[in-house]
């Protein structure tokens, strides 16, 4: 089956607050971790990757956080918009020659 | 413009009809990528070219036959389609230096496909 995953499909958050979605994985391979995220109609857009020997990366106004000790991946979203409404994907490697598994995705809303 | 490109955007067939779904990167990539995206699934793998090389079948009915000419195009080939392979099937590329599984992908805007 899937070894990554998100805690929750759907997360609704107030106009300016921060989002933060969370993704857990189970195999402790992956080296290489990627957020994209997939607006109506359109494929996934790669939003921030965080390799394994990093556990914080930064982007614009977006934040990935890596705990490799409970096998946890985090995209924290700064002051949410409404063009931040989409789904967001986490995705992981099994390994640097292998393939990229992606999970079910969460979907944001934003409250006016 | 994404980068990758993808044509048609919406396809209707019947079961017998044979089509083909194209894709096409302006990025200079050496891998591409064909996905099943069906609703609340993640995405599934379906092939994987490298150099033009499919260095990936993940065990896809052989009513889909993909094509790589070149590094730049990308087709999927439709042949006695079944109701559940409609679905949103996307194309992706990626650089491909340093394996495969370790670098982003760039996704095109996809194909709609509906089976009647």
């Known amino acids: 089956g899937e070894s990554v995953g998100l805690h929750l499909p759907t997360l609704s958050v107030q106009e300016g607050d921060n989002s933060i979605i969370n993704c857990a994985y189970s195999?402790?391979?992956?080296?290489?971790f990627i957020w994209y995220k997939q607006e109506s109609g359109k494929g996934p857009q790669f939003i921030i990757d965080i390799r394994s020997n990093m556990d914080k990366r930064q982007g614009q106004r977006v934040t990935v956080l890596l705990n490799k000790t409970v096998k946890h991946l985090s995209l924290q979203i700064a002051a949410t918009q409404p063009g931040d409404s989409a789904v967001y994907f986490c995705?992981?490697?099994?390994?640097?020659?292998?393939?990229?598994?992606f999970g079910k995705g969460t979907r944001l809303h934003i409250l006016p | 413009e994404t980068g990758v490109t993808q044509t048609p955007r919406h396809l209707v067939m019947g079961m017998t009809n044979k089509k083909s779904l194209k894709c096409e990167q302006h990025?200079?990539?050496?891998?591409m990528y064909w996905y099943k995206q069906s609703a609340k699934k993640p995405l599934e793998l379906m092939f994987v070219?490298?150099?033009?090389?499919?260095?990936e079948n993940n065990s896809v009915p052989s009513r889909f036959s993909p094509e790589c000419p070149n590094s730049s195009h990308l087709f999927l080939h439709l042949h006695t389609l079944q109701p559940e392979d409609s679905a949103l099937y996307l194309c992706?590329?990626?650089?491909?230096?340093?394996?495969?599984?370790?670098?982003?992908?760039?996704f095109g805007d996809g194909t709609r496909l509906s089976i009647l």
């Open positions: 990025l200079g990539h050496n891998a």
């Open positions: 995705a992981e490697n099994k390994g640097r020659d292998d393939k990229i598994i």
């Open positions: 992706a590329s990626s650089q491909d230096t340093g394996g495969v599984g370790n670098q982003p992908q760039h």
């Open positions: 070219y490298s150099l033009e090389e499919r260095v």
């Open positions: 195999n402790s391979a992956s080296d290489y």
